[in-house]
């Protein structure tokens, strides 16, 4: 009431101030574009005409329910729709002309438009607000703009606004529909569906937050820095609010690490999506084609049917050629290629290796399934069987036994001392260092105080175990200590 009762004042204020000589006519459309922001009055140029959008107040959190409206009986039924949560509702257009004789004999010739009002429901709007006006009364629009901003929803009785929850259902108006047809030709509910309907409560649910966000301030969660909302990203549908510089700096990291599918929300345990918009927005030109070309290999990556083509300068998609071939053409470089190695079309030749990739693709058939094994035999051959027996056999002899430093002869230590003789070379070093070792007199290594291996000649040897060697003891004794 005291919002109301300022803009009143405000209005009277504005028409004393617009001058006796102007026309009343002129004077109110003077009042209400300094009262209302250009975005929801639009005058008519050179014409006393003006389009007023009035969004009606609502609570924060209204949940919208859509019901349909049965052709055959006019019956209500809850709409398959999921329900939409909204904090602003898309305006009520009201477009209205001054006549000549207004205020004074003729009331303002209008029309009501809106999205998710039905023509009847806009038609008993109508009726109020020809009930407003009446001669002599004066200015009349900004009181129909109060009446739809604060009355309207109450007046309909289109939704429950309370302590225990907000609601309100709405509904398209079909041709077909009984009851639905209104002789009221100044209402009009300019939407074709509910589909369309919800669609179009969503975005514009959505710019107004991001207006009103850019407003004001937020404490950014990740360097708790309070910063205007138009130096912040707001994450949806979380709503977790972070400063362009923190999401700017997590965008390039990730982005240079190729982890582009992965960009989520700072906080810890949040999902929500950062999208390609907001990266857009934060990081340079440059690096935002990387991650556009990124995330689109990506993509394609999870489409069988599509590859990227592996010459350099092309990175173009390219489709796979029919039947069991594994060649694809470029249409645009005209390069045949291989879609499994992403090589030059070898042929009927398997697919070549690199030593780089041998232990990955013999991890890969040993932990596979056996619908991957055989994917990997008929793409690589019979040879991925040989690189897994090689592979689980360096893995064994990197764990069981160590190389001799003179011939590189892998030796396995089953029991004794550490000292260690090649039954290749006859080379003998430490197998604690793998130094090696004097040839005439090997146990000076564990008897120098500077050699790291000092006073160790039987470390790992366990007392009264299998093999061992007390002859080893005895020559150490003899050849060093003694």
């Avoid at 959190?61 to 409206?69: C, H, I, N, Q, S």
């Avoid at 257009?93 to 006549?99: A, I, M, S, T, V």
């Avoid at 582009?260 to 990081?283: F, G, I």
């Avoid at 990227?308 to 071939?325: E, N, T, W, Y």
Wanted: proline content about 5%; charged content about 25%; some cysteine.
């Amino acid at each position: 009431m005291l919002l109301l009762f300022g803009q009143i004042c405000c209005l009277r204020w504005v028409l004393g101030m617009a001058g006796l000589d102007d026309s009343e006519r002129e004077q109110e459309l003077y009042a209400l574009s300094e009262i209302y922001p250009s975005s929801e009055f639009r005058r008519v140029p050179n014409e006393f005409s003006a389009h007023v959008y009035v969004s009606p107040n609502i609570p924060e959190g209204v949940e919208v329910r859509f019901t349909d409206a049965a052709a055959c009986d006019g019956a209500r039924a809850a709409s398959k729709l999921a329900n939409l949560s909204v904090s602003h509702l898309a305006p009520i257009e009201l477009r209205f002309d001054l006549p000549e004789d207004y205020p004074l004999k003729s009331p303002p010739h209008y029309s009501l438009t809106c999205k998710w009002l039905t023509p009847k429901q806009l038609a008993k709007l109508c009726v109020n607000m020809d009930s407003m006006w009446t001669e002599d009364s004066g200015v009349v629009i900004f009181q129909w703009v109060q009446f739809l901003q604060d009355e309207a929803l109450d007046f309909l009785s289109v939704g429950t606004f309370g302590p225990a929850g907000c609601s309100m259902s709405v509904e398209v108006a079909h041709p077909g529909t009984p009851g639905a047809a209104v002789d009221d030709l100044r209402v009009c509910q300019d939407v074709a569906s509910l589909s369309k309907l919800r669609q179009a409560l969503l975005v514009h649910d959505e710019e107004k937050c991001a207006m009103a966000f850019a407003s004001s301030s937020h404490d950014c969660e990740v360097c708790y820095c309070s910063k205007a909302g138009s130096e912040c990203v707001q994450l949806l549908p979380c709503r977790h609010a972070f400063c362009r510089d923190c999401v700017r700096s997590y965008c390039e990291v990730s982005i240079s690490d190729g982890a582009v599918t992965s960009l989520r929300c700072l906080t810890h345990d949040c999902d929500s999506p950062v999208l390609p918009t907001q990266v857009k927005e934060v990081v340079s030109r440059e690096l935002y084609e990387k991650y556009d070309r990124l995330l689109l290999q990506r993509g394609l990556e999870l489409m069988d049917e599509i590859v990227l083509c592996p010459a350099q300068r092309c990175q173009k998609p390219v489709v796979k050629d029919g039947g069991d071939s594994n060649m694809a053409t470029c249409s645009v470089c005209r390069l045949s290629f291989c879609v499994l190695c992403r090589r030059v079309w070898h042929g009927v030749n398997p697919c070549a290796v690199t030593n780089k990739d041998r232990a990955r693709l013999a991890k890969a058939y040993t932990d596979g399934t056996e619908a991957e094994r055989d994917a990997l035999l008929a793409r690589y051959g019979n040879r991925i069987k040989r690189y897994a027996e090689e592979e689980i056999s360096e893995s064994w002899l990197s764990e069981n036994s160590k190389a001799c430093p003179t011939c590189g002869c892998h030796i396995q230590k089953t029991h004794g001392c550490n000292k260690m003789t090649c039954t290749r070379c006859r080379n003998n070093f430490c197998w604690m260092c793998k130094a090696n070792l004097n040839r005439s007199n090997p146990y000076r290594h564990f008897g120098d105080q500077s050699s790291p291996c000092y006073n160790r000649l039987f470390d790992g040897v366990v007392e009264g175990g299998e093999g061992e060697d007390d002859g080893d003891e005895e020559d150490f004794l003899r050849d060093w200590m003694i």
